[in-house]
């Protein structure tokens, strides 16, 4: 692998960070969302860019507990404590925020986070199953889509959704290749290395240009398999990471499995294949009713029954050999 492949995708954070001040300067909205259920294909649909701000270092939390309870989810208050603390550039560069009511603890901070800066809610149904969860979900992302044009100015036709609807596709296709060039016995790039490349997904800025920088790096990571280059020994074991969340400043898990002789070459998790895994039906007449699906379909632990989630555990412990799962629980 090219130095410039990797140094493009450790570096992505910042070169996004200088993109959406160009983007800001010419009257393009930012959306700062928190969770996977936010359906980037409508951000994008309405002219503006969506943007993670799930909260990954323990820095901010003491700030947060001044107002939250100390035995709350670590994830929620490093969240709240960078936006109260205005540590976090991109939240500072988004122009409005979107919640999901994921769980309890989410719903009172995005309640406070609306104090802070304008925030749209999505009430997520508590089951994934049955007609009456999918058109409440449907409904949620019509007033989504009513509050996203009201906000940016630009309405959103059905024609653009189609077309967000199929690059984020081609995107998933890329980013599920990469991830499955770790399923053989041939490993060309470790769990470390690969972090910042899904984590990469949240901040890009100019869907064209991240979709080729995907196939390069897609591209060289098939050579490296074909030349049988591997970072891991055939007898080094093979780990699935599922659980929390993880991004750059809370790799501590994922590193100590990798300096301790493991190999992580596949994460399940949010950061992980989960938010890439399934595609949105590009053949359905009604983009908005693909979406409401798609999103809804996302196997997250937060919904019940929660088949989906375990499926696809066993299907990655399958595909990848799997021979350790480690579940990441913040604490």
């Known amino acids: 692998m090219t130095y410039s492949t990797l140094e493009y995708f450790q570096r992505f954070g910042e070169q996004s960070l200088l993109q959406l ?32 701000l799930c909260g990954k270092k323990e820095t901010p939390i003491p700030e947060a507990e001044k107002t939250l309870p100390v035995n709350l989810c670590p994830l929620i208050k490093s969240s709240y404590g960078y936006a109260v603390t205005d540590t976090c550039p991109f939240f500072a560069a988004s122009d409005f925020l979107i919640g999901e009511t994921t769980c309890d603890g989410k719903k009172k901070m995005f309640e406070l986070l609306g104090r802070i800066k304008p925030l749209f809610l999505l009430q997520l149904p508590y089951a994934y199953s049955g007609p009456m969860a999918l058109l409440f979900w449907q409904e949620e992302f019509t007033r989504l889509k009513e509050y996203l044009e009201q906000t940016t100015g630009k309405p959103i036709s059905k024609e653009g959704l189609r077309y967000q609807i ?8 890329l980013l599920k290749e990469i991830v499955y060039q770790c399923a ?23 869907l064209e240009s991240y979709e080729e920088h995907l196939g390069q790096l897609l591209g060289e990571l098939q050579e490296l398999k074909k030349s049988g280059d591997s970072v891991a020994a055939p007898d080094v074991p093979r780990i699935l990471l599922t659980g929390c969340p993880v991004g750059k400043g809370s790799e501590k898990v994922l590193r100590l499995i990798e300096e301790a002789g493991g190999i992580v070459v596949c994460q399940e998790n949010c950061t992980g294949i989960k938010s890439f895994d399934r595609l949105v039906d590009e053949t359905d007449d009604d983009p908005y009713r693909a979406i409401g699906r798609h999103y809804l379909q996302t196997p997250c632990s937060c919904l019940t029954p929660n088949n989906g989630r375990m499926d696809l555990i066993s299907r990655l412990i399958r595909d990848f050999t799997i021979q350790g799962v480690v579940d990441l629980t913040w604490r």
Not at 25 to 32: H, N, S, T, Y
Not at 166 to 173: C, E, L, Q, T
Not at 184 to 206: K, Q, W, Y
């Open 21 to 52: 001040e160009e983007a800001g300067k010419r009257g393009r909205k930012v959306a700062g969302i928190y969770c996977t259920f936010a359906p980037a294909e409508l951000v994008w649909a309405a002219g503006a860019i969506p943007v993670g």
């Open 166 to 173: 199929k690059i984020n596709n081609r995107i998933r296709r």
């Open 184 to 206: 053989g016995e041939i490993v060309p790039i470790s769990g470390l290395n690969l972090l910042p490349v899904m984590e990469s997904r949240g901040f890009a800025v100019d």
